[in-house]
């Protein structure tokens, strides 16, 4: 079973920045699209951003565009999300997913996921 480990998350002010990790334990996430997701309280789980295989492609969900990054180091197996600009609407729990071939935006197209990080921002 694979496993991602996200980390990095935490409580931040309004405007303070974070970077997110997810690293994989089992196998080398080379050829896995990668993906960030959040799950805000009472909400549904939201798309933020992939990442094809290579880091040749990256995709944004309209409201972390131009404030969030997403990128990967293959000969480390692990993927980031830079997250600057924060404000209150982000906070939510955050996951990272991989899949093979292409990024998609939707949840249920991830073979593997990890436990999520808890990220808050407060006003």
């Known amino acids: 079973q694979e496993q991602l480990v996200e980390s990095g998350g935490g409580l931040v002010q309004a405007g303070q920045s974070l970077r997110l990790s997810c690293v994989s334990s089992?196998?080398?996430?080379?050829?896995?699209?990668m993906g960030w997701f959040r799950q805000a309280p009472g909400k549904g789980r939201e798309f933020v951003a992939g990442?094809?295989?290579?880091?040749?492609?990256?995709y944004y969900t309209d409201s972390v565009k131009g404030r969030f990054t997403i990128s990967r180091d293959n000969s480390k197996d692990t993927v980031y999300l830079q997250m600057n600009s924060l404000n209150p609407e982000d906070t939510a729990v955050y996951y990272c997913?991989?899949?093979?071939?292409?990024?998609?935006?939707?949840?249920?197209?991830?073979?593997?996921w990890g436990q999520g990080t808890q990220v808050t921002v407060s006003s």
């Open positions: 089992r196998r080398t996430l080379l050829r896995y699209a």
């Open positions: 997913a991989a899949r093979p071939g292409a990024v998609v935006t939707i949840g249920h197209g991830y073979t593997y």
């Open positions: 990442i094809n295989w290579n880091g040749g492609s990256t």
